[in-house]
């Protein structure tokens, strides 16, 4: 690991110590930002496995009743059935922060709230009660789709800050550490020489100094 291009000062070690020290404290936080980000990140994963596996039973279970009033029916006639819709449905979007993570929180609200007929956008007369039951279950699957939804953008979103963390944990561990330790080690050892020197050079001048004192007092 090459070490950073710096001076070999007195000023400068404590710079890089402080330096250290914040590195080493940045990467134990974010080594556990990034364990708590795969705890919370694998249990979404396991609820989006069950979640999809309820939805695509509810979407199958209505598709069949679908194909039953289909059989019963004419294809022009559940046409115009579908055709005009009874309500509109308002979806809400709102943000949640997860661990630094904005993942989105999704809601509808029907325009007419409280009336069950209205999810119907035909009259019961002239259409069969596999048609009725199909509609009814596609809607009762809606609030499961949303958190669906939900659940599969979190944790696309999740996984790349995951990602993101494990560079940054990475290139701490494996560069900005050890290079600041080699550095601080490189300086300490030219330190260290800087002052052996200066002590050898303070001895040479004693002993010049009392070589002199000598001449002189014979």
């Known amino acids: 690991m090459a070490k950073l291009n710096v001076n070999p000062t007195r000023m400068e070690l404590t710079r890089l110590k402080a330096r250290l020290a914040t590195s080493v404290r940045g990467h134990k936080l974010l080594k556990d930002k990034q364990d708590e980000l795969m705890r919370r990140f694998i249990a979404m994963i396991k609820e989006n496995k069950k979640l999809r596996e309820q939805v695509e039973l509810e979407m199958t279970d209505s598709l069949e009743d679908f194909l039953i009033a ?117 300086i300490r050892m030219k330190l260290e020489e800087n002052d052996r020197s200066s002590i050898v050079r303070i001895m040479k001048v004693k002993e010049i100094i009392n070589k002199n004192q000598e001449k002189e007092a014979y």
């Open 70 to 186: 289909r059989a019963m029916n004419s294809a022009e006639m559940l046409e115009e059935a579908l055709l005009i819709p009874k309500e509109s449905i308002q979806l809400d979007i709102q943000k949640k922060n997860l661990m630094s993570v904005y993942v989105p929180v999704m809601d509808f609200k029907r325009s007419n709230e409280g009336d069950e007929t209205s999810i119907f956008p035909y009259g019961f007369h002239g259409t069969s009660s596999e048609l009725d039951d199909a509609v009814r279950k596609l809607y009762n699957a809606l609030p499961d789709l949303l958190r669906l939804a939900e659940v599969e953008k979190a944790c696309q979103l999740m996984a790349d800050e995951i990602e993101k963390t494990r560079r940054r944990v990475n290139a701490l561990e494996y560069m900005t550490i050890p290079q600041l330790e080699e550095t601080i080690d490189y």
